[in-house]
């Protein structure tokens, strides 16, 4: 898949690159994890996906995820779990579990996943990486097959925050095949990038480091705020009273947009069919034998929550309190000019370890509010728990993508977590 004329002084010329298989790439099969496009081929590479290309990138695999994104574990594939390379019994998180996987291991220096709501951050976090979620509209997702449209984001995985913000510039901007891509001038995400963070007042999210937060997180994320007041920035204790419902919220919206844009897949365009004499059983038993648990889970609760009498009570009033969660970044932003907080409450846990669907949720309380506010946020290693990484968050308002980058690489000057590495071999 090189490039007949890649860009030969871009950086990124020739460097290796791994696809979380929901990005489609022409004449490649995309599956998105799912049974249901098994044999889909897309005849067109996705935009982002192309710009990288053109660049000089050059794709040696897809990899494996959680069926069309759905998951904070990797377990949700049709086509298998993915192991964490620092414990193979344990997750690399979810759902772009492959993708962060293949970059902590050493097979290449970068990968692309999406983050819906925390799909990039938390297999970050967990497998000791950086993972970067832009600004909802700063990438395009013309080619990305579609899981919560108004939350979806494609991003970066690498093993540091120049190299992730290095890909990010090159793939983002504009993009009039995306209705939602922003038209703002992107600039340059990385000429900023060294500036440092003297002055900077960074807020610290009380909801953050409460309930649920398994105390070697807190302590390495406490140690890292530390590193980073040592560096000249001001910390501030700030209020999000709203983020426990984040959940919720999340869960009625990503859901309902889940099953109006899975709707497409029944059979008669893309990928698995199962024939059946009358069209109605066709498209029945293509859904009952193409998708998984979760996804059907997932179709049928969005499904519920936009029927007529039931959707003033959950679609409505989840769409108005995505708005509170919203209005409360916004006004955290006035007083400080990113926040700092854990990414995952916990490390990597073991496969099988949260077969109920609320402990696997729970995964993602610290992100997923993130992507209902449409705000940047990445992962940086930040420590470890008995041999497990640990990541720190950074979040800026919208457009701040730059921010974000400038703070996470000066804390990854200051610290070596970054440049540890599973032992060779572990990955069988
Ligand atoms: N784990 C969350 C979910 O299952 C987020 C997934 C994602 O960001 N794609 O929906």
Redesign the pocket.
């Known amino acids: 898949m090189l490039r007949e004329r890649p860009d030969t002084a871009s950086p990124l010329c020739g460097i290796p690159l791994a696809l979380k298989d929901v990005l489609c790439v022409e004449n490649v099969e995309t599956t998105a994890g799912s049974n249901i496009l098994t044999r889909f081929v897309p005849p067109y590479t996705g935009t982002a996906v192309r710009r990288l290309f053109d660049a000089g990138m050059v794709c040696v695999g897809k990899t494996n995820c959680?069926e069309f994104?759905?998951?904070?574990s990797n377990e949700n594939s049709s086509f298998g779990a993915v192991g964490n390379p620092w414990d193979v019994e344990r997750v690399p998180g979810?759902?772009?579990g492959g993708s962060a996987a293949t970059v902590a291991a050493g097979s290449v220096p970068c990968s692309l996943g999406?983050?819906?709501?925390?799909?990039?951050r938390?297999p970050a976090s967990l497998t000791g990486v950086v993972g970067f979620k832009p600004t909802y509209g700063r990438v395009s997702r013309y080619g990305l097959i579609a899981?919560a449209s108004s939350?979806?984001q494609i991003g970066p995985f690498a093993r540091t925050v120049d190299d992730a913000a290095l890909v990010y510039a090159a793939m983002a901007g504009h993009d009039p095949l995306d209705s939602t891509s922003d038209p703002r001038p992107l600039g340059d995400p990385t000429s900023e990038i060294g500036g440092g963070v003297e002055g900077l007042r960074l807020g610290v999210p009380d909801e953050y480091f409460g309930e649920g937060i398994e105390p070697a997180v807190r302590v390495a994320v406490e140690d890292a705020l530390r590193v980073l007041e040592s560096q000249g920035t001001v910390l501030q204790r700030v209020s999000l009273p709203t983020t426990d419902a984040g959940l919720s919220v999340?869960y009625i919206i990503?859901p309902a947009e889940c099953s109006s844009n899975l709707a497409r897949f029944d059979g008669v365009r893309f990928g698995l069919r199962v024939e059946r004499p009358s069209v109605t059983d066709m498209y029945l038993a293509t859904r009952e034998e193409g998708f998984g648990p979760e996804v059907k889970r997932r179709v049928m609760l969005g499904t519920y929550a936009l029927s007529s009498g039931y959707y003033d009570a959950y679609y409505r009033k989840a769409q108005k309190v995505r708005t509170v969660i919203d209005s409360e970044f916004t006004r955290a932003f006035e007083q400080v000019d990113a926040l700092v907080c854990p990414t995952s409450p916990t490390v990597a846990f073991p496969m099988g370890d949260r077969s109920d669907p609320i402990s696997?949720?729970l995964?993602?309380v610290l992100?997923?509010p993130v992507?209902l506010a449409g705000l940047p946020g990445i992962s940086v290693p930040c420590g470890f728990s008995d041999g497990l990484p640990i990541g720190l968050q950074v979040i800026a308002p919208r457009f701040e993508d730059s921010r974000v980058f400038r703070i996470a690489r000066a804390y990854e000057q200051a610290t070596d977590w970054h440049t540890a590495a599973p032992p060779l071999g572990a990955v069988a």
């Open positions: 959680d994104a759905m998951g904070s979810g759902s772009s999406s983050d819906t709501g925390g799909s990039i938390q899981f939350l979806d999340y990503a696997m949720y995964s993602d992100t997923l992507n």
